[in-house]
Every structure is written in structure tokens, then in C-alpha cells.
């Protein structure tokens, strides 16, 4: 399959497809402080399988329903890793590592380009330069055979309308250039938070998606929901119009239990489709304890009702949810005593072999 890039005018062939609450009191509430990350030089740096059949990214995907699935409505559960900050650890996408992480058992990579932190792509950061690393990013995956996310990564801005204008330049762009990729999702706005609503998320919405169905009718599209991509119940109540959306849940299971969970089967349940495309297994700030046993209890719901789940960080940051240890300054061959716990924890449940 194509690697990238080829301007997809024929059309994709294939693709004839058809991806927490509050209404006030949210104890769920991620009480996340989103510190900019300030380095802008980063230090060089089992569970039950899935009953879902496997598939390979030629064939594209659809949403059938709340289920993801491949083209013949098969279901189909991604699982995977996502990068950190694209501008502050860029040297993770490379194809070596690419490779290994499928060797791990993943099937999906989510590129993540912070909008308004530090570096980020509406704030400073260098778009080529952010551009390129998603062109390698999605490169390797596909030649690896995995598909990928383009995660439009908002989060300090809050209300994804204050970019929108870039928003819908950036999505136009790669849209065109992965038409004829059917194994990219594109994350419109990672996690919409500080008071921004339903109802802001679905005005941005309607604004972006038409920009990626006019070159890439039928691909996955995946939406941030309000309060840090929580509160799936009030897209459950009042879904976007288009075919192909997927909803966004956030979890970090050493913060987020049972009731965060309740919230995601009902409106799974309610018939919304649900994709939990960030979740780390320490608290929500990224760092902290971590709790496995809560985590074991997202991934065995996750696997039972078949959503696809991506982790929270390829990087050696010195936070509980980098996946590879601070101490270790490899891209790629890494031992498991280069891994951190959440990585050897991430490694087991992919079932590396
Ligand atoms: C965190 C990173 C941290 C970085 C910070 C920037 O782990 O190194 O300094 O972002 O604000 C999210 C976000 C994700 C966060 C993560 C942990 O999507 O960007 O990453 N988190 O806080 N939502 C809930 C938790």
C-alpha cells in the first residue's frame, strides 16, 4: 500500500464506508493541571486478547453501529501507543520503533501535535518541521502495516474553536495528501476541556469534518468531548450528523474508576461509538502512582465491548506514564528492563511475544 503522500485524486478505492458527564458534578473530573511542557530540547531521549479478528490496514475501516469495523463489518479493536508531544520528542518516530511497537502487538500509532503548548502547532512550533513528523509517523506505520491517528492534540486551549481557522488548514492538507490511506484516522481535538461544551465541540464539529470528508469521504474521524474527553453521555445525547465519527473517552485509571467507566458502557450501550484514543495507568496528571489493578478492569471492559484503546507515552520523560524508563536514551531495541512499569504493563497487554 501506499506509503503517503500520492496525491489521491483516483480516489480511494476502496472506501465505501458508510467513531463524561456532568451535568454538573463531575467526580470525575481529571484535575489535571496541563503544564506547558517547557522542553523544547527533550532529553534524548496480559491480559485477555481480543476477540475481535484482526485486520490489515488496505482494507479500511467503518463504524457499524457503537463497533469500529473493518470493511465487511467485521469488527475490528485497535490497540496501540501514542507518541508524546510530536515537537518535544520527535526522535520516538523513527521506523525501527514503529516496528517494534507492532512487534508488540500494536496495530495503530497516534501522532500527537500539541496545538497551543509550548512549541506547539498554533503556538510557535515549526508547522514544517511538525508536518514532516507526521508524514514519517504516518510513513512508518503504514509500512509497518498499522494504521494511524493524526491527533489534532488541544488541550490548553480548552474550546478547540480558537483554532479552527488552523484547524481546518492543517485537516484540509493532510486529508488530501491520505486520501488514498484508508488506514489514517484523523482526532480532531484531543481533549476539550475548561468549560468547553457539547455544544462549542459540535459548532467546531461541523466546521472541520466537512474539510476532511471533501478529500477523504469515508475515513474515521475521532472527537474530543467535553471535561478532558470525558463526558461521552452528552455526545450520547446529542450525536453529530455524520457517518464515520467516533467518540472520545480519556482515562488515567489510578484517577478514573468505576464511575468514569459506567459513564463510557452506557453510552456505548446508548448506541454512541466510543474510542478511547489517550489512557494512562496513573493519575491524571500524567505522573503519580500507578494502579494496575484499575487498569486491568479498563482494559478487561475495553475488550469486552471491543473499543479500541491507544496509551499514553512513547517517550523517556521522567513521568509515571512515559513508557520507556528515564534512564534509558534508546529510539528503538528496547530491552524490558529499558521499559518503565507502565510500559512493561502496556507490553504484557498488547501480548507481545
Ligand atoms: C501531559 C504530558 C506531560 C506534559 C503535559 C503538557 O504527559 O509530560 O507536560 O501533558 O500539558 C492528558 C493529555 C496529555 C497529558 C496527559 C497527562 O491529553 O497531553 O500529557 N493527560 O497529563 N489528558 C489527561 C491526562
Same mark, same amino acid.
Given at each position: 500500500?501506499?506509503?503517503?503522500?500520492?496525491?489521491?485524486?483516483?480516489?480511494?478505492?476502496?472506501?465505501?464506508?458508510?467513531?463524561?458527564?456532568?451535568?454538573?458534578?463531575?467526580?470525575?473530573?481529571?484535575?489535571?493541571?496541563?503544564?506547558?511542557?517547557?522542553?523544547?530540547?527533550?532529553?534524548?531521549?496480559?491480559?485477555?486478547?481480543?476477540?475481535?479478528?484482526?485486520?490489515?490496514?488496505?482494507?479500511?475501516?467503518?463504524?457499524?453501529?457503537? %463497533?469500529?469495523?473493518?470493511?465487511?463489518?467485521?469488527?475490528? %479493536?485497535?490497540?496501540?501507543?501514542?507518541?508524546?508531544?510530536?515537537?518535544?520528542?520527535?526522535?520516538?518516530?523513527?521506523?525501527?520503533?514503529?516496528?517494534?511497537?507492532?512487534?508488540?502487538?500494536?496495530?495503530?500509532?497516534?501522532?500527537?501535535?500539541?496545538?497551543?503548548?509550548?512549541?506547539?502547532?498554533?503556538?510557535?512550533?515549526?508547522?514544517?518541521?511538525?508536518?514532516?513528523?507526521?508524514?514519517?509517523?504516518?510513513?512508518?506505520?503504514?509500512?509497518?502495516?498499522?494504521?494511524?491517528?493524526?491527533?489534532?492534540?488541544?488541550?490548553?486551549?480548552?474550546?478547540?474553536?480558537?483554532?479552527?481557522?488552523?484547524?481546518?488548514?492543517?485537516?484540509?492538507?493532510?486529508?488530501?495528501?491520505?486520501?488514498?490511506?484508508?488506514?489514517?484516522?484523523?482526532?480532531?481535538?484531543?481533549?476539550?476541556?475548561?468549560?468547553?461544551?457539547?455544544? %462549542?465541540?459540535?459548532?467546531?464539529?461541523?466546521?472541520?469534518?466537512?474539510?476532511?470528508?471533501?478529500?477523504?469521504?469515508?475515513?474515521?474521524?475521532?472527537?474530543?468531548?467535553?471535561?478532558?474527553?470525558?463526558?461521552?453521555?452528552?455526545?450520547?445525547?446529542?450525536?453529530?450528523?455524520?457517518?464515520?465519527?467516533?467518540?472520545?473517552?480519556?482515562?488515567?485509571?489510578?484517577?478514573?474508576?468505576?464511575?468514569?467507566?459506567?459513564?463510557?458502557?452506557?453510552?456505548?450501550?446508548?448506541?454512541?461509538?466510543?474510542?478511547?484514543?489517550?489512557?494512562?495507568?496513573?493519575?491524571?496528571?500524567?505522573?503519580?502512582?500507578?494502579?494496575?489493578?484499575?487498569?486491568?478492569?479498563?482494559?478487561?471492559?475495553?475488550?469486552?465491548?471491543?473499543?479500541?484503546?491507544?496509551?499514553?507515552?512513547?517517550?523517556?520523560?521522567?513521568?509515571?506514564?512515559?513508557?520507556?524508563?528515564?534512564?534509558?536514551?534508546?529510539?528503538?531495541?528496547?530491552?524490558?528492563?529499558?521499559?518503565?512499569?507502565?510500559?512493561?504493563?502496556?507490553?504484557?497487554?498488547?501480548?507481545?511475544?
Amino acid at each position: 500500500m501506499k506509503i503517503r503522500g500520492v496525491f489521491a485524486v483516483g480516489l480511494s478505492i476502496i472506501l465505501s464506508l458508510g467513531l463524561m458527564g456532568c451535568a454538573g458534578g463531575n467526580t470525575q473530573s481529571s484535575s489535571k493541571a496541563s503544564q506547558p511542557e517547557t522542553t523544547s530540547s527533550p532529553s534524548q531521549g496480559s491480559s485477555e486478547a481480543s476477540s475481535a479478528e484482526p485486520t490489515t490496514p488496505d482494507k479500511g475501516l467503518k463504524v457499524v453501529g457503537t %463497533q469500529l469495523c473493518d470493511l465487511n463489518g467485521n469488527p475490528v %479493536q485497535l490497540k496501540g501507543i501514542s507518541t508524546h508531544g510530536l515537537a518535544w520528542f520527535p526522535q520516538y518516530v523513527n521506523e525501527a520503533c514503529v516496528k517494534e511497537l507492532k512487534g508488540w502487538g500494536a496495530n495503530v500509532f497516534r501522532l500527537a501535535m500539541y496545538t497551543e503548548e509550548n512549541g506547539g502547532y498554533c503556538s510557535g512550533g515549526n508547522k514544517e518541521e511538525l508536518k514532516g513528523l507526521i508524514r514519517k509517523g504516518v510513513s512508518f506505520a503504514t509500512t509497518n502495516d498499522m494504521y494511524v491517528i493524526i491527533d489534532w492534540h488541544v488541550l490548553n486551549e480548552g474550546d478547540p474553536n480558537r483554532h479552527v481557522a488552523e484547524a481546518k488548514e492543517f485537516f484540509a492538507e493532510m486529508s488530501k495528501e491520505y486520501a488514498s490511506n484508508p488506514n489514517v484516522l484523523y482526532e480532531i481535538c484531543n481533549e476539550p476541556c475548561n468549560g468547553a461544551n457539547w455544544n %462549542q465541540i459540535t459548532a467546531y464539529a461541523n466546521e472541520v469534518i466537512p474539510v476532511i470528508r471533501a478529500n477523504s469521504p469515508d475515513s474515521v474521524i475521532i472527537v474530543g468531548t467535553p471535561n478532558w474527553s470525558q463526558e461521552v453521555d452528552k455526545a450520547a445525547a446529542k450525536p453529530l450528523s455524520f457517518q464515520n465519527v467516533m467518540y472520545t473517552l480519556h482515562f488515567y485509571a489510578a484517577t478514573h474508576k468505576e464511575d468514569l467507566r459506567n459513564r463510557m458502557t452506557q453510552a456505548i450501550d446508548s448506541g454512541l461509538p466510543v474510542f478511547v484514543s489517550e489512557f494512562g495507568i496513573c493519575d491524571a496528571s500524567g505522573n503519580g502512582a500507578i494502579d494496575e489493578d484499575s487498569a486491568n478492569k479498563w482494559v478487561e471492559t475495553m475488550n469486552r465491548y471491543k473499543v479500541s484503546y491507544v496509551c499514553w507515552n512513547l517517550s523517556n520523560k521522567a513521568e509515571s506514564s512515559a513508557l520507556i524508563s528515564s534512564g534509558c536514551s534508546k529510539t528503538s531495541g528496547f530491552a524490558d528492563s529499558d521499559l518503565s512499569q507502565e510500559g512493561k504493563w502496556l507490553k504484557n497487554v498488547l501480548g507481545a511475544k
